[in-house]
């Protein structure tokens, strides 16, 4: 489907947090304009990184959104009205549609210009997306380990990426001078970044993120499964155990549904240990081995107080 390009006056910058010597993009294109394509866009132009910002949304309230509140300067719903002449071009959706969308964007790239992605999954993005990237483009997979569990582009901000960490996961085929600028270009928007093989991201992403949904998603599916009575009670009451669950299980359902699809391997791996030291657990408290719950506890709680020393919190 074809949508006319619709234009409107660029953002008057925000408050400049971190200012780059120069604009590093004329032209950025996003597929995709949800949380983390608004908060990268709005962080850019904090930064002053980009000249001008495109969007291509399926959804027409999206598009309208982002318009409105001046995220972009232009949207469309045809990814080669998009990618027309941009710089870089950011695909920002569910990883379950890259390649079809990498697909659809590869006519139409311009040479010079930088593909990058925001997936929580590495290796099958690779797999979905490097195929189709034309000779004389580049492309730099990343992920940003930032977001809330709110979505759509009214829920971004440009501090989201403040401090936090950006794991770029370059293919040796592309060029070092391509990734260079794709880590430059997060660290001006205030993150850290490092880099890593994609199949090792995958396995550190089952562990620091992928199973605590999936627990939670767990968690807050097993008080629906409850008698109504009791189910009130626990909305009702939630303490922030509960409260944290279900915030964590509030996250974009297909956003989700696709990191466990496309990391199932390291996802399957992680999943049998947790199951493995769950019934220990349960065998702990069985016994009444008050213990061995104390020394669990005891080395959980130095974990958290990692995080919590690393600003990662």
């Given at each position: 489907m074809t949508a006319k390009s619709v234009k409107k006056s660029a953002a008057k910058p925000q408050r400049i947090v971190a200012q780059s010597k120069h604009v590093m993009f004329?032209?950025?294109?996003?597929i995709g304009i949800g949380h983390i394509g608004a908060s990268m866009a709005l962080a850019m132009r904090r930064a002053g990184l980009v000249g001008s910002i495109i969007a291509c949304a399926r959804k027409p309230k999206t598009r309208k959104t982002?318009?409105?509140?001046?995220?972009?300067?232009?949207?469309t719903a045809d990814y080669g009205t998009a990618v027309k002449g941009a710089d870089l071009v950011v695909i920002a959706t569910p990883i379950g549609t890259n390649g079809a969308i990498a697909k659809a964007i590869a006519p139409h790239l311009k040479s010079g210009a930088i593909v990058t992605d925001v997936g929580s999954v590495k290796q099958a993005v690779i797999a979905a997306v490097a195929p189709h990237i034309p000779k004389g483009v580049d492309f730099v997979p990343?992920?940003?380990?930032?977001?809330?569990?709110?979505?759509?582009?009214e829920a971004g901000f440009a501090e989201l990426f403040q401090?936090?960490?950006?794991?770029?996961?370059?293919?040796?085929?592309?060029?070092?001078?391509?990734?260079?600028?794709?880590?430059?270009?997060?660290?001006?928007?205030?993150a850290k970044v490092d880099t890593m093989q994609a199949a090792h991201h995958d396995k550190v992403l089952a562990i620091t993120s992928h199973l605590p949904h999936l627990i939670a998603y767990t968690a807050v599916g097993t008080a629906t499964d409850l008698a109504s009575d009791l189910r009130q009670e626990v909305i009702?009451?939630?303490?922030?155990?509960?409260?944290?669950?279900?915030?964590?299980?509030?996250?974009?359902?297909?956003?989700w549904r696709d990191i466990f699809l496309n990391n199932r391997e390291a996802v399957l791996e992680i999943l049998q240990r947790f199951n493995e030291d769950l019934t220990a657990l349960q065998r702990a408290i069985r016994k009444g081995d008050g213990q061995t719950l104390e020394d669990l506890f005891t080395r959980t709680r130095a974990i958290r107080r990692g995080i919590i020393d690393a600003k990662q919190a």
């Open positions: 004329n032209r950025v294109a996003f982002a318009l409105k509140l001046k995220i972009v300067d232009e949207v990343g992920h940003p380990l930032a977001g809330t569990e709110h979505s759509g582009p401090g936090r960490w950006v794991l770029l996961t370059p293919l040796p085929r592309y060029s070092a001078k391509a990734v260079k600028k794709i880590a430059e270009m997060w660290r001006l928007m205030g009702e009451f939630s303490a922030s155990g509960f409260r944290d669950f279900t915030r964590v299980a509030a996250s974009d359902p297909v956003m």
